[in-house]
């Protein structure tokens, strides 16, 4: 059986998880895979997913285009929180499913939970009891403490640690480096920079900047 990919995003992030399919089924072995389709609306990095890949996907601008979605296993391959939560509902409208990916070299606690569509990248932790919600993405390194709980569409970057208990609402962001201390919560929709501390909770649409990280509630919120 042929595992038929769609990736959706055709830059940087994209790439990377081209290459985490290929560590995945290059250690279970077996199955037979390929990335079908990329769909971007901006130009993609096709020379560059040829080059990871070793052939050269279609293209298209949008979900609807594709035919026999319920064939295809959707992944989205975009760092930013909002934008993923956009790519989700469109995904979601034409009944498309999801695959979630882990990477060999990340670590999953057995009693931990993650949600479809979600990406768990190279040396990412996510501990004992802990709750990754629907298409979230765990860049490399990134934490998630026991108990912890992110909400769908959570972005971590590299390096960013949500400790014990700590939460995020629906699409917030962690910059690289940042931290969310034990039983601290950012709300949906916000964002805290690169190398901030997270030391109270903030509510919905926050920027958050510094240590301990201060701000103001700036982003739109849907």
Known sequence: MLLEYVLVGGGDFAIEVASYLKDIHAQSG???????AIVSISEPRIEDFERVLGYRPEVYRQVASL??????????????PAVR???????????????????????????????????ISPYAFVGPFAQVGRNCALNVGAI??????LGDCTVLS??????GH????RAAFLGAGAIINPKVELGSY??????????????????????????????RVP
């Open 30 to 36: 077996g199955e037979d895979w390929r990335v079908n």
């Open 67 to 80: 035919t026999e979605l319920k064939k295809r296993i959707f992944v989205i391959g975009i760092g930013d």
């Open 85 to 119: 939560q956009r790519a989700m509902d469109e995904v979601d409208a034409q009944e498309g499913g999801f695959g979630t990916i882990i990477h060999p070299r990340a670590y999953v606690a057995a009693t931990a939970t993650v949600g479809v569509g979600s990406i």
């Open 144 to 149: 998630v403490g026991h108990d912890a709980r």
């Open 158 to 163: 590299p390096g960013a640690d949500i400790n």
């Open 166 to 169: 700590g939460r995020t609402g």
């Open 190 to 219: 916000s964002k805290l920079s690169a190398g901030s501390v997270l030391n109270k909770s903030v509510g919905d649409g926050f920027l958050m900047h510094g240590n301990p990280a201060s701000g103001r509630q700036m982003i």
